[in-house]
Nanobody, 128 residues
Framework: QVQLVESGGGLVQAGGSLRLSCAASGRTFNSYAMGWFRQAPGKEREFVAARGWSTSYRYYVDSVKGRFTNSRDAAKNTVYLETNSLKTENTAVYYC?????????????????????WGQGTQVTVSS
């Protein structure tokens, strides 16, 4: 059974940082891309970042470039989203997702319907 389990969310002041984790299990993800999405209150879920599990494929939404980093620890089967210089508008539930790289590559990484597996989400709240 494939599982993606996020953790690391919490309450932080504007300008602060959090490291979100996504522990993956249940299959090998070498041919997968790992995406991060978020859903703010009253808004639709949106793409944040994506990376290939074992490739150099990397994408970020423009609003987080230079502030968020999507990394991976292969030994722990875990991907991370390092979030720095957080802003109040970054308040949301953050989800990790896994989708076959062959499906989400080519600028389709923003399409959440192409991701097969999803975590339960972790809440990030940024206060002013």
């Amino acid at each position: 059974q494939v599982q993606l389990v996020e953790s690391g969310g919490g309450l932080v002041q504007a300008g602060g940082s959090l490291r979100l984790s996504c522990a993956a299990s249940g299959r090998t993800f070498n041919s997968y891309a790992m995406g991060w999405f978020r859903q703010a209150p009253g808004k639709e879920r949106e793409f944040v970042a994506a990376r290939g599990w074992s490739t150099s494929y990397r994408y970020y939404v423009d609003s987080v470039k230079g502030r968020f980093t999507n990394s991976r620890d292969a030994a722990k089967n875990t991907v991370y989203l390092e979030t720095n210089s957080l802003k109040t508008e970054n308040t949301a539930v953050y989800y990790c997702a896994a989708g076959r790289l062959s499906r989400v590559a080519g600028n389709r990484h923003r399409l959440e319907n192409l991701y097969e597996y999803w975590g339960q989400g972790t809440q990030v709240t940024v206060s002013s």
